[in-house]
């Protein structure tokens, strides 16, 4: 009796135990790695959520940004790290992207080596030309690429990356050859576009109000679920006739190590739909072209096996390659 007794009473340590360790976390400071350089989407929407959850949760939520390698480096440290909850990784589509392109490279694998928290936000993009063009629409241009094929362009901010991965998903769907023409980021790229020396290019929707506004761009379509306020009359690209593409949208989301405790996978789950929730946020991420997603561990889980073989079966239809 005593024996069974003293079992009892161990089992309920141990789950009260886990429960207090749950509640007491965090204890200490919390580093959110970064894979990419200050100012970026992804460094912006991790230091909002990081000043919210800094507040919420009484312990300091530090960005630590460690760029190089399209995020590998930033990567495989995090998932290398304690699962403890005091080592995150604020990731992106390289986070997929990467392991497609680079199999047996990189050392890390999206859905062994890590607890998916949040997805904090999308980053919808749009197609744009030149105003100097004639194409007026999606069909236009859909159209002259197959009368033409292999002489259009179209601008990317490197090979891989998602304005390449948006460009090869427009040729496999359509059955069209276009030319990739890669820069080093999106700035150079957006110019040479707005010379006409490039075609059209899918771009980040935020920034380029005032570019269409001088008449320096053309939007043929938006990749949002409905009509952009920005551009109110501009059609969205399933209303183009290209349906799904709203879902290339590049995502920006909070990820643990592999074996994390499901208490604080969850906990930091739940403060950071918190601050995902509140007005302000959303309006600084509406300021940065971004739009809130805010889901579960479980949803984001889903979502990223589902944007993995997207991705997987864009990139071998197409024989994109890392630079």
């Known amino acids: 009796m005593k024996k069974g007794t003293s079992v009892l009473a161990a089992v309920a340590l141990c789950v009260l135990a886990g429960g207090a360790g749950a509640q007491s976390y965090p204890a200490k400071p919390v580093k959110i790695m970064v894979g990419f350089a200050a100012g970026g989407p992804t460094d912006v929407i991790a230091r909002i959520v990081a000043q919210d959850m800094t507040l919420s949760l009484g312990q300091s939520f530090v960005v630590e940004n460690r760029p190089g390698a399209n995020a590998i480096i930033a990567t495989e440290a995090v998932a290398r790290s304690a699962p403890d909850g005091y080592t995150l990784l604020f990731s992106s589509l390289s986070l997929l992207v990467n392991a497609i392109l680079m199999e047996g490279r990189v050392h890390y694998d999206p859905f062994k080596d890590f607890a998916p928290v949040s997805n904090a936000a999308v980053l919808p993009m749009v197609v744009v030309t030149s105003p100097e063009t004639r194409i007026a629409s999606m069909q236009d241009l859909i159209v002259l690429a197959k009368a033409k094929p292999g002489e259009l362009s179209y601008a990317t901010s490197g090979n891989g990356g998602s304005t390449h991965l948006a460009g090869a998903m427009l040729e496999n769907f359509t059955g069209t050859k276009m030319i990739n023409v890669p820069f080093k980021g999106n700035g150079p790229a957006l110019a040479e576009v707005m010379a006409g020396r490039v075609t059209f290019m899918f771009y980040p929707i935020v920034g380029i109000a005032d570019q269409v506004s001088a008449k320096k761009l053309k939007v043929l379509a938006v990749g949002t679920p409905r009509p952009h306020a920005d551009f109110p009359a501009v059609p969205t690209l399933e209303q183009s006739g290209l349906p799904g593409f709203e879902e290339t949208a590049p995502w920006v989301g909070m990820l643990a ?67």
């Open 257 to 323: 190590p592999a074996g994390t405790p499901a208490a604080t996978v969850n906990r930091l789950g739940e403060e950071m739909r918190k601050s995902l929730a509140k007005a302000e946020t959303k309006e600084r991420f509406r300021a940065l072209g971004a739009v809130t997603v805010a889901d579960t561990p479980a949803e984001f889980a889903a979502f990223l096996k589902k944007d993995y073989e997207r991705w997987a079966r864009v990139i071998q239809a197409s024989g994109v390659k890392a630079e």
